[in-house]
Every structure is written in structure tokens, then in C-alpha cells.
């Protein structure tokens, strides 16, 4: 299984729509929030199911705030992640993600990408598409592949002539 995590693409939507048109279909698209009202494009382009929610941004959306589900043997947890401090620091989130007995947290909002794997807690944060904010500044993505014993791998990729 093959998931496609972006995050902060702000209603421009040429980064989205340049890396799907270069990639393999995903089995799966998970957006961790401001979208600015392109819910609907983003679900038809994607062209497989999509998990989404709301971002700081995302003022009038009626995505969820949060959501909780599972992929494969793993527990996930998105949210945007502004509620709980990730600009400062991913520590009240990763406690929080704990406290939830979830495996995985997948956030956004900092336009910087991030993974950080522990024994308690995978933290997961693809940056941002179209705003990056890291050193550097090239817009980021992750993509999580379930091998075939069910063992979940991330790599961090930057989108090419961007």
C-alpha cells in the first residue's frame, strides 16, 4: 500500500496537481489541513479515497478538525496540529498522540517537513506543497509504504520542477 501525505497547499493547487500527474496513482491521499475550500478538486484529482481535515485556514470548511483511523495494523491520528503548539515544539502532540494510544500522528501547519520515529510514537509531518517554509524552501511531501509484512516506511520527497 502506497500513501501519498501533503499537507498546507493553501488553495493553490499546481503542486498537487503536477505530483499526481508524475506519480503512480496513490492506494490512498491524506491532506493534514488548509485546503481553503479545494476539498472537492483535491478529492476527484486524487483518484482514491482521501482522509482530510480542517487547518487554522480552512475558516468556512465542514471538514473535521481531527480524525482517527486505521491503516493496516497501525492506529492513526491527523490533525492540523495548531491546537496543540507544533510551531513551537511537536511535543504536546506526540504526548497527546500517546495519551490516545494511536501509533501515528500525521500533522501539518508548520510548512516544515518532519518524521521522527520512537518505540512510543511515529511523528509525521510532509511540510507543505506549496509554501514550504524549511531551509531551502522546496515544496515537500511523504509518501508511507506498507511492505509486505504490514511494516509502515516513510521517505520524504521534494517535488521536482517546482
Not at 499526481?20 to 491521499?29: F, S
Not at 483511523?69 to 503548539?85: E, N, P, Q, V
Not at 521522527?116 to 506543497?129: F, H, V, W, Y
Amino acid at each position: 500500500m502506497r500513501i501519498l501525505i501533503i499537507s498546507d497547499t493553501h488553495g493553490k493547487n499546481t503542486g498537487l496537481t503536477t505530483l499526481l500527474d508524475q506519480m503512480k496513482k496513490p492506494d490512498m491521499l491524506i491532506h493534514c489541513g488548509d485546503v481553503e475550500g479545494s476539498e472537492y478538486m483535491i478529492s476527484e484529482c486524487a483518484g482514491c479515497p482521501v482522509e482530510m481535515v480542517a487547518g487554522n485556514n480552512d475558516f468556512f470548511s465542514a471538514l473535521p478538525r481531527e480524525r482517527e483511523f486505521a491503516i493496516g495494523d497501525y492506529k492513526i491520528w491527523l490533525t492540523h496540529g495548531h491546537s496543540y503548539g507544533v510551531s513551537m515544539n511537536g511535543e504536546t502532540i506526540k504526548r497527546e498522540a500517546i495519551a490516545r494510544g494511536v501509533d501515528i500522528v500525521i500533522y501539518g501547519h508548520t510548512h516544515k517537513p518532519l518524521i521522527e520515529e520512537s518505540k512510543r510514537i511515529t511523528a509525521i509531518n510532509p511540510g507543505s506543497l506549496s509554501y514550504p517554509r524549511q531551509i531551502g524552501r522546496r515544496p515537500s511531501y511523504i509518501i508511507m509504504e506498507l511492505d509486505e509484512a504490514g511494516k509502515a516506511h516513510f521517505t520524504l520527497h521534494f517535488l521536482e520542477n517546482a
